[in-house]
């Protein structure tokens, strides 16, 4: 206070000027000037006290005494700098591990959405009683979606187009915008092709989301209209990484899919997509969604009431209460769904009249497109071909083929579950009149969502990770703690003698717990310096290795903010007072004289009378130890699930294997085109030294991505469909994956032709189409019946299109893993791939990576523009597949081993000190003809006591919270007995080493000298 | 000094003090001196005022912001510290003479309750 410091240092002249008036007013009452001025001094009175009350008027008493308390502290601690290092470092470890974890917490799940006062806006949320009668459903999986074939109360963030114009019509918000995935992006026209990703938005969703233009401009209503120039907006990174951040790529036309579009403007920096942790490259217009797709896939769904495609955001009105807009909002899409009038099913598709059976209604081509494949992506799954009955569910990722980016950054959920779903629309009682899209007792309802909690996106996949590494290192923090607190218990009983003297010289015991806590909290302080810079590093590390187990990039922004800081200054806090608060109140709980008197005479009392304190000292171990064997434990189960995953059988040879994502109709190729540009590259690839042999599927096995097929099992009720997996492949599939037939043949080039006239629908199929199917699929339709020759999936002529002659079986071969390795191996179904987007698989015959530029050589030799997608190797994609597992695995088993180590501390320094402590006594039975062994057990003894009660207690602890890890474990018990054995036995192992190191140093107690000393 | 005088002074009430020397800043700034000597005179020099003890209650005063300081030239040209009452110490200087007239009136009521 710079004020008190002017006032105190005028004071002395003041004083004095004060004095030398009242002098000079005694003078002139006619007083001799000694007089005068001995008159004057006493009239002033004491100038020291009038000093001392004047200084004591500016005091702030607590701030001199709190650094008076910190400068006392420092030179503690300086002078015991074993004892600090050691707690500031246990401190600091388990501070930077909780503020690594909490800065990962706070990037993916509470930092606030990159726009505009992110707390008005919400993202519209449907549910329903039942799902709704609709025959196309994608969701970009930037909100959970629950839509599964006759499940109860789906519920989704995916509206049809015109649903999304009525919401903007009813004028409940300021602003409303939609948005869906608009998939893969081939970009040429800026340098060699390359793949990019792209979000298709209303004209409005940047002025709804209040984003301004980095350079030139957002887009605008005007844009979003079949019939207006197409034009494309950037993201602000891919602007400079791209095109250099020049300010020329403004007007600039690049070409997507084919088509070309006019950049007119970068989107500000902060903005890099709505949802947290899928970011975009480009974002186009709602309306440019049919240049960038395949016109059959895209089927003029802006018209549709029955294809669900566009998540739809609202930024609420200031004035208008949420629960308003939210009720005018659900009576539109109630009456929306419920009372529309028009056809539901297009062209002809109608639902069936009361004698045809259900079976012939079922439109052709249904989607359920879930967790991303966007609409561009979605041309790679049409329904397969020659199964005109057939309709496709793609769950989890799409594939890297045919969804790509979309794929690639936002996975299904884990794990994803495909069996028993099918596309919605399925229930047995179709109505007949009216053709509405749901039931009034189905209950429609939208509910508006606050959009930082309800778009997800790829946070969801990572809460649970987070949350179970969080408690770890909440553990660690604790033992931690409570190994700080034990130091701190030791050191205040050595210093009792310095507290009882400082009690008896008159200091306050509230001043000497200050004086103590105090202490601890500079611990803590310095433990949380440190613990951020140990913080800074790990989640660094962390980001690092998730991102580098994505396709793409993921781009949460991590680093310090000011929650990160406030969370460790509280933390550090919250850690000081904890294991400070008990040392300090007891070392104030002296009874004074006998301390006293016990310091300056010879103590006779050895360990008695300490009983209490080591008490609390024992139960600090026991639980470091309880609390390390949970961990361990929880790390333990987390190990073997990633072991017995890395075990499992896949089916087919996972090594050298390179697989890569190609789709020529992204460059103009059509129909035939394709299939003809896929055996020249397959040629190629075959001739490539080094390659063993190549061919392609419809996605690549274990990447996430799964298709399903739905068909009449002969013999079943028309209305009853059947469920199988399916896979496009091209030829010598089998022999390139390494899966063998256990019955029948491969797919030969007629095989191809029938599937290709199948699928180009000139001409009604007239032989079914042939299939080899998997074990399980065996298993679950034919049992011991033949499966050779079988037909199935056959449909009669219908609105739906002319009759199908379905399947043939024509091999039978071995499971194998599909979409990822959790997932057990169901019924699988193969057919010939043809003109669709595809993978390719390439088998080399040494090391996969080092063949990756002959492969790119090769591909260029046939069409330079042609963008590769996702040029892995299997191995790295089962890597990729697994990151989640592999993540928390290492981590867990980290937090495990640190918890572990944290204990075996604890209990080393308790041991170490009571062995000082013991000093005499031990002198004394040595004196008395206890051998070395004698004395080693006494140590080893108790160390071993307080390990094997902290295990057990650690054992009940952790059998009552590991079922919460459930859903992540694989093939192992929550209760696995194994696991538990195993980290007791390594708890008690090291518990034990941790206790050689003082009962050796027991031992060696000289009895002359122990008896002597004091 | 008389003994008679010394009888008839009274030690003045705990925070008594500030409010009189809020009241003698009033009429305009003065220096400590010169407070010391006004509430002495004021008071027909009944109030016995340690002259050393106004310190404390100026920078008392001076910290809660209700004087403030300024430096000027004294009557005979010296260079003095005026205080000077703030626009703060203005309305305590109300709140004060209030609560005073209250506990004076209060406490003439205890003594003389006949009156």
Redesign the interface.
């Known amino acids: 206070m710079g004020r008190s410091k002017r006032m105190l240092d005028e004071l002395d002249a003041d004083i004095r000027e004060h004095i030398e008036r009242e002098t000079q007013d005694n003078i002139e009452r006619g007083m001799t000037p000694e007089e005068a001025h001995y008159a004057a001094v006493r009239k002033f009175g004491n100038v020291t006290r009038v000093k001392e009350e004047t200084r004591d008027v500016w005091r702030v008493v607590w701030l001199d005494e709190l650094w008076q308390d910190i400068r006392y502290g420092l030179r503690m601690l300086r002078k015991s700098s074993a004892f600090a290092a050691v707690a500031v470092l246990t401190l600091a470890l388990g501070i930077g591990a909780n503020t690594a974890i909490f800065s990962l917490i706070d990037a993916v799940m509470l930092r606030s959405l990159p726009v505009e006062k992110p707390s008005e806006l919400v993202v519209l949320r449907w549910s329903a009683r039942k799902a709704p009668r609709i025959n196309g459903y994608m969701s970009s999986g930037d909100c959970p979606s629950n839509l599964r074939y006759a499940a109860a109360n789906p519920s989704g963030c995916s509206f049809s187009e015109p649903i999304f114009r009525e919401v903007r019509n009813t004028n409940q918000f300021s602003g409303v915008a939609a948005f869906a995935n608009a998939g893969p992006l081939a970009l040429t026209g800026n340098g060699p092709a390359s793949m990019i990703s792209g979000q298709l938005v209303s004209g409005d969703f940047f002025h709804t989301l209040g984003l301004k233009a980095a350079a030139g401009r957002e887009l605008e209503m005007s844009d979003d209209s079949p019939t207006a120039a197409p034009v494309a907006v950037l993201n602000y990174g891919y602007w400079q990484s791209s095109f250099g951040g020049a300010q020329n790529a403004v007007g600039r036309t690049i070409e997507l899919n084919g088509a070309a579009f006019t950049i007119v403007g970068v989107v500000e920096q902060r903005f890099t997509g709505i949802t947290p942790g899928s970011d975009y490259d480009v974002w186009l217009p709602l309306a440019a969604g049919p240049r960038i797709s395949n016109p059959r896939m895209w089927d003029n769904r802006e018209e549709k009431v029955t294809y669900w495609w566009l998540t739809i955001l609202g930024r609420l009105k200031t004035e208008a209460p949420m629960l308003q807009a939210q009720a005018a909002i659900s009576g539109m899409f109630r009456n929306e769904v419920l009372h529309r009038s028009i056809p539901l099913f297009e062209a002809g598709a109608g639902m069936p009249g009361p004698p045809e059976p259900r079976g012939g209604g079922v439109p052709a081509s249904r989607q359920v497109v879930m967790g991303g494949p966007p609409p561009a992506g979605a041309r790679a799954v049409p329904p397969p071909p020659g199964g005109p009955q057939g309709s496709t569910v793609v769950q989890g990722a799409a594939p890297p083929a045919a969804g790509g980016q979309g794929a690639a950054r936002i996975q299904a959920p884990f794990p994803p579950v495909a069996q028993g779903q099918a596309p919605l629309d399925a229930a047995p009682d179709a109505p007949k009149e009216p053709r509405t899209l749901s039931k009034p007792d189905d209950e429609p309802t939208v509910t508006l969502v606050n959009a930082q909690t309800g778009l997800t996106g790829a946070r969801g996949r990572f809460a649970n990770p987070l949350y179970v590494l969080m408690f770890a290192v909440g553990i660690i923090l604790l033992t931690a703690c409570s190994n700080v607190a034990g130091l701190m218990l030791a050191r205040a009983a050595a210093r009792q003698k310095e507290m009882a003297l400082r009690l008896a010289l008159g200091a306050g015991r509230m001043r000497i717990v200050r004086q103590l806590l105090t202490e601890s909290l500079l611990l803590a302080a310095s433990g949380g310096i440190l613990g951020i810079v140990f913080a800074l590093w790990g989640s660094h590390a962390i980001i690092s290795f998730v991102a580098n187990n994505q396709p793409r990039p993921l781009t949460f922004a991590t680093g310090l903010d000011l929650r990160v800081l406030g969370f460790t200054v509280a933390i550090s806090l919250f850690t000081g007072i904890l294991f400070g608060l008990a040392p300090a109140f007891r070392s104030v709980r002296v009874d004074v004289t006998p301390r006293l008197k016990e310091g300056f005479s010879a103590s006779t009392k050895i360990s008695r009378g300490v009983g209490g304190r080591f008490s609390i000292g024992n139960a600090l171990v026991v639980t470091q130890m309880a609390l390390a064997i949970v961990v361990l434990v929880g790390a333990g189960l987390l190990v073997r699930t990633l072991q017995n995953l890395r075990s499992i059988d896949v089916g087919f040879d996972s090594h050298n294997l390179v697989i890569f994502g190609i789709n020529p109709s992204l460059a103009g190729y059509q129909d035939a085109q394709i299939d003809s540009f896929y055996r020249d590259l397959q040629g190629r690839l075959t001739e490539t030294p080094g390659v063993k042999s190549a061919s392609y599927s419809m996605v690549p096995l274990l990447s996430g991505a799964l298709m399903a097929t739905m068909f009449n099992w002969p013999g079943t009720p028309q209305d009853r469909e059947s469920e199988s997996d399916v896979l496009a492949v091209g030829p010598n599939f089998f022999s390139t994956m390494q899966i063998p037939f256990n019955a029948g043949r491969g797919f030969t080039a007629s095989d191809y032709e029938i599937a290709a006239s199948a699928a180009s629908r000139s001409a009604p199929p007239a032989v079914p189409t042939p299939v080899i199917v998997d074990q399980a699929f065996v298993a679950k339709f034919l049992g011991k019946e033949n499966p050779l020759g079988k037909r199935f999936g056959q449909s009669a002529a219908s609105q739906d299109g002319p009759a199908s002659p379905g399947y043939e079986i024509i091999g039978v071969v071995r499971d194998t893993k599909y979409s990822d390795l959790r997932r057990e191996t169901s019924p699988m179904m193969y057919v010939p791939q043809t003109m669709q987007g595809a993978s390719f698989e390439v088998r080399t015959a040494s090391d996969p990576q080092a063949l990756v530029p002959a492969i790119r050589r090769t591909v260029a030799q046939i069409n330079p523009n042609l963008p590769l997608r996702d040029l892995t190797t299997e191995s790295q994609q089962i890597d990729r597949l697994l990151f989640q597992e592999r993540l928390v695995a290492r981590l867990s088993g980290l937090f495990g081993l640190l918890a572990l180590a944290l204990a075996c501390i604890g209990l080393y320094g308790l041991l170490a000190y009571e062995v000082t402590r013991r000093t005499r006594e031990i002198g004394i039975r040595s004196a008395l003809g206890a051998q070395r062994g004698d004395v080693l057990r006494l140590v080893v003894n108790q160390g071993l006591w307080l390990a094997l009660a902290g295990a057990a207690a650690g054992i009940g602890v952790a059998l009552g919270v590991t079922r919460y890890l459930k859903a992540m474990l694989y093939d192992v018990s929550a209760y696995d007995p194994f696991t538990i054995v195993v980290v007791s036995a390594l708890l008690v192992l090291v518990a034990l080493v941790a206790c050689l190191i003082p009962a050796r140093r027991a031992t060696n107690v000289d009895p002359m000298a122990a008896l002597r000393y004091e | 000094m008389s003994t008679k005088e010394e009888r008839e002074r009274i030690e003045l009430l705990q925070g008594t003090l500030d409010l009189l020397i809020l009241r003698t800043l009033l009429p305009g700034p003065a220096h400590?001196?010169a407070i010391?000597?006004a509430i002495e005179f004021n008071s027909d020099e009944v109030l016995q005022v340690?002259?050393?003890?106004l310190?404390?209650a100026l920078?008392?005063l001076?910290?809660r912001r209700w004087i403030a300081?300024e430096e000027g030239t004294s009557e005979n040209n010296r260079r003095?510290?005026f205080y000077r009452l703030t626009r703060a110490g203005r309305k305590q200087l109300k709140v004060e003479t209030s609560k005073w007239d209250k506990l004076a009136g209060a406490i003439a009521r205890i003594l003389r309750p006949a009156e």
Not at chain 2, 50 to 53: D, I, P, T, V, Y
Request: without cysteine; hydrophobic residues 25%.
């Open positions: 400590g001196h010391a000597k340690e002259q050393g003890s310190y404390p920078h008392r001076i910290k300081v003095a510290k």
